[in-house]
């Protein structure tokens, strides 16, 4: 193996790890999350994640309960509600899309939904 052949070996390895760094971030960030409140089975409010609402807490108050939602950085959890059992409160925080928190007693459900893009990514293997 000349010397030649070493560069040009190191010089692929290089090329192909700043590639799959490039396509990762590509792949994977077009994933805009926001949440899905949902009382009784319908929709009762969406809420984006962005800056302005990071550290806020929304209260959702509906005919069956109250909850106070906190909103973290891509994060919500529960951290005040009605009923009996708290066990929406001590789920604790979600932040990926599918999660969901659920309150029974209030009829509430708590889900982190992904916007859906034209990309759609089954798995992303190294």
């Known amino acids: 193996m000349t010397k030649g052949d070493k560069i040009l070996i190191v010089v692929i390895i290089l090329v192909s790890v700043i590639s799959l760094g490039f ?3 590509s792949l994977i960030k077009y994933d805009d999350k926001y949440i899905s409140v949902q009382v009784n089975g319908e929709e009762y409010q969406r ?3 962005d800056d302005s609402i990071i550290g806020k807490k929304i209260p959702i108050e509906t005919p069956y309960g109250r909850n106070i939602l906190e909103i ?3 994060e919500v959890r529960i951290v ?3 009923c009996s059992d708290q066990l929406c409160v001590y789920q604790g925080t979600i932040s990926e899309s599918g999660e969901i ?3 029974l007693p209030n009829l509430l459900i708590v889900e982190i939904k992904g916007i859906e893009n034209s990309k759609n990514i089954d798995y992303f293997s190294y």
Do not use: L, R
């Open 23 to 25: 396509v990762k971030n």
């Open 47 to 49: 809420i984006y994640f």
């Open 72 to 74: 973290g950085d891509g």
């Open 80 to 82: 005040e509600a009605t």
């Open 101 to 103: 928190i659920v309150c």
